[in-house]
């Protein structure tokens, strides 16, 4: 049996990450395809324990020790769930990985998208995505659209706007270092033109 394709989703909070990889799960089993559908932080039951910890606003946590923690959680995650997945060669969707990092704790939390992501690659033990999906909207609309779920906002989402600009800028410069890895995903558009696009943006690769 072939090995699987790990493809991850990425953008920032409210860009409807969760919708597109629902659809695509659904889209893709429909095709005939072996589809497993993961969330990071999370996956596993240590990595949903990390994040509970780091999604409390009520916690402090310091920059390092968040950026440490998500790329613990993505360790487990690869080790228990991913890598055996792929081996069993089915289609990973994975809501986040080591992109998100890099945006958020490298570029927002201001430590360097290069020291992040040399953790990240000790976590991962070098995993790399056969393609990323980057749902691309404006900070201060996904922030609108997180405030408007009517759930309570986690540690991350309270951040301010620099915060959600710096992230952005950084996941258009990971786009234009690999655009063959990363394809941008207008995700202004209704969820069936998001599905449409991304369908599109992984058509080689089917």
Do not use: C
């Amino acid at each position: 049996m072939a090995d699987g394709r790990l493809i991850t989703i990425e953008g920032i909070d409210g860009a409807g990450k969760t919708t597109l990889a629902e659809a695509l799960a659904v889209t893709l089993s429909k095709r005939g395809l072996a589809v497993s559908l993961l969330r990071e932080p999370g996956g596993v039951a240590a990595s949903e324990r990390v994040r509970e910890l780091v999604k409390d606003p009520a916690m402090t946590i310091g920059a390092r020790a968040e950026a440490l923690l998500y790329a613990a959680a993505r360790a487990q995650l690869v080790e228990e769930a991913i890598r055996p997945l792929l081996r069993a060669g089915s289609w990973v969707l994975l809501d986040r990985f080591v992109d998100s990092s890099l945006a958020y704790q490298g570029a927002g939390r201001e430590l360097g998208v290069e020291s992040v992501r040399a953790i990240n690659e000790f976590g991962t033990g070098g995993l790399h995505p056969d393609r990323t999906l980057w749902l691309t909207l404006p900070p201060a609309t996904a922030r609108g659209r997180s405030q408007d779920r009517g759930e309570p906002l986690d540690r991350l989402e309270r951040e301010r706007a620099e915060f959600f600009e710096r992230i952005e800028r950084a996941y258009a410069e990971l786009a234009a270092d690999e655009p063959e890895r990363v394809r941008r995903i207008d995700a202004t558009l209704s969820p069936d033109q998001v599905l449409a696009q991304s369908l599109a943006a992984l058509a080689d690769l089917l």
